[in-house]
Each structure stands twice: as structure tokens, then as C-alpha cells.
């Protein structure tokens, strides 16, 4: 390792350790604020970009889950991450659900019937069940993925019917830009949702989780309901694309 190169890793590594204080601090605080334990809200680190040697460092501090946002990098980096939870939390192709099926403890990013029967077939084949959160178009964004609010318990149904998958609850990214007070008002729109899909009390679903609130909202997410947040670039720096 050059000697730059090793510089460079100190630093982020000191970056990380404050960021980490920092995120959990507000986490502790925003849990309170909702009436809840800061021991009820999962931290999930969002590891996209991030040299493995960096995640491990966070994982050395006390950081228990990880994700990945895209198969090829989760794949390249799989074998040298630290013992943790790992799990998927971008866009999954249907032709690319078989390469993590084995690699990752839950995908948070199911929005389709497609996707939820592909995962099942791909778990079935790999003696297991997947663990799943079906993901919600809270903003109704024709460019992204998820499932509109008013299929919500069609495709929760449909998923809870698949022998390979487990339903555990519900995850959702509110329009990129929005105001404080529209994400705000989002995200109490999913809390909402997901208390309706919990009373309903289904066979193979049980939501246990709400993931939403990334590295800019994470605290509002978590006052808002949120039960596990995503968080990126706050932890670990501006992504740096190579």
C-alpha cells in the first residue's frame, strides 16, 4: 500500500469514526422524540463506492448491517467483508436475482410480482426462504421502481403466497428534492401504509420492518416511524465513482 493511498484510508477512517458518533447520537435522539427505544431503529450502513477496507473499519466500530445497492459490486467485494448482516437495497434484475440469493440475508427492494416470484424460485432452488421488503412508489415517480400505494396489498399478498419468500415488511425512497415538509408528510404516508399491511395480520407477512430515511433524513424518518434508515455518504463521505 503506497504511501498516499495509506494516508488516504487514515483519514477516512477517522472520518468515519466521527460520522458514526455523530449518526448514532441523532439516531438515540430521534428514536426518543418517537416514543421509542433507540435499540427499535436498525442503523444499516449503505455501502455503494465505499472500499471494503473502509466498511470494515465501520464494522470494527460497532456497524452490525450493510448494503449493497448493486450485484456487481456486492459480488466483487463479497468474500473480503468482515462477519456482518448483509443485505440488498438497489434496483435488482429479475436475470440477476440468483447471483445474491446465497450472498444476502434480506432484499429490500422488491416491487413487482416479477421480482418477488424470481427471488422465490432462485430461494427454492438454494434451499432457502428470502427474506423481503416490498418497496413502495411513495412519490408515484414515473422513473423509478415500486409498487404505487393502491397495489400495495395486492402485490403483499401475492408475494406472502410464494413459498420461497417471507414478507417482512415495507420500504420506500421519497422523491429526491422535495421539501422538509413534503418528505415529512411521505414519509408519514408509509408509516400509515405500513400499519395497515401490519393489522391485517397475513400468513407469511409480518412487518417487522419500515425502511425509509437515507443520509439527508434519516431523523425525520425515524420521528416519522421509520424502524430502519440507510445511510450513506453521511457515514462514509461523498461517493467517489471510479
Known amino acids: 500500500m503506497t504511501e498516499k493511498l495509506s494516508s488516504e484510508l487514515s483519514q477516512r477512517f477517522l472520518d468515519l469514526e466521527e460520522n458514526y458518533k455523530r449518526i448514532r447520537a441523532e439516531l438515540e435522539e430521534a428514536a426518543i422524540a418517537s416514543g421509542r427505544s433507540p435499540d427499535e431503529v436498525t442503523l444499516l450502513a449503505a455501502t455503494k463506492t465505499v472500499p471494503v477496507e473502509v466498511v470494515n473499519h465501520g464494522i470494527a466500530l460497532g456497524i452490525r448491517h450493510i448494503g449493497e445497492n448493486r450485484v456487481q459490486e456486492l459480488c466483487e467485494k463479497y468474500d473480503r467483508y468482515a462477519p456482518v448482516d448483509l443485505q440488498f437495497i438497489g434496483h435488482l434484475q429479475t436475470n440477476k436475482v440468483r447471483q445474491i440469493i446465497e450472498k444476502v440475508s434480506m432484499i429490500q427492494s422488491v416491487g413487482s410480482g416479477r421480482l418477488a416470484q424470481e427471488i422465490s424460485r432462485q ?53 429526491a ?66
Open 123 to 175: 430461494a427454492e432452488k438454494a434451499g432457502r426462504v428470502m427474506d423481503i421488503l416490498i418497496e413502495v412508489n411513495i412519490g408515484r415517480e414515473e422513473n423509478k421502481s415500486g409498487v404505487l400505494p393502491e397495489a400495495l396489498p395486492e402485490l403483499v399478498s401475492e408475494a406472502a403466497s410464494l413459498p420461497g419468500v417471507r414478507v417482512r415488511g415495507l420500504m420506500a425512497i421519497p422523491p
Open 177 to 242: 428534492g422535495a421539501e422538509k415538509a413534503d418528505t415529512i408528510r411521505f414519509f408519514s404516508r408509509m408509516t400509515q401504509y405500513f400499519i395497515d399491511m401490519k393489522n391485517k395480520r397475513s400468513d407469511n407477512v409480518t412487518m417487522d420492518y419500515l425502511s425509509m430515511g437515507m443520509s439527508a433524513d434519516f431523523a425525520d424518518a425515524v420521528r416519522a416511524g421509520a424502524n430502519l434508515v440507510r445511510v450513506g455518504s453521511a457515514l462514509f463521505g461523498p461517493r467517489v465513482y471510479r
